[in-house]
């Protein structure tokens, strides 16, 4: 299992931009694919991007088609959620997590990101 450890959240406001890290231990990160999630307050957590682990294939949820972009840099072990245009509807706990194939996510403590109107 990989230990995941987010960074780089915190208050912006609407409109503004974020890149969320998340770094990896281990030496078999490039196996991993990996995820982003997020819970807002009183929500459920939802995906709302994911990518391969060669890199080669990323897939985001409707709600932030063409504001987020999720990278990998397989030689630092780390994977990027660059968020752009905020909206205050993008306040939650954001997670990264990580698995092999098909199996359960494996997942970050998260970082908190709070949207100001």
């Known amino acids: 299992q990989v230990q995941l450890v987010e960074s780089g959240g915190g208050l912006v406001q609407a409109g503004g931009s974020l890149r969320l890290s998340c770094a990896a231990s281990?030496?078999?990160?490039?196996?991993?694919?990996m995820g982003w999630f997020r819970q807002a307050p009183g929500k459920e957590r939802e995906l709302v991007a994911t990518?391969?682990?060669?890199?080669?294939?990323?897939w985001y949820a409707d709600s932030v088609k063409g504001r987020f972009t999720i990278s990998r840099d397989n030689a630092k072990n780390t994977v990027y959620l660059q968020i752009n245009r905020l909206k205050p509807e993008d306040t939650a706990v954001y997670y990264c997590?990580?698995?092999?194939?098909?199996?359960?996510?494996?997942w970050g403590q998260g970082t908190q990101v709070t949207v100001s109107s």
């Open positions: 997590a990580a698995r092999l194939g098909a199996t359960p996510w494996n």
């Open positions: 281990g030496r078999t990160f490039s196996r991993y694919n």
């Open positions: 990518i391969r682990w060669s890199g080669d294939s990323t």
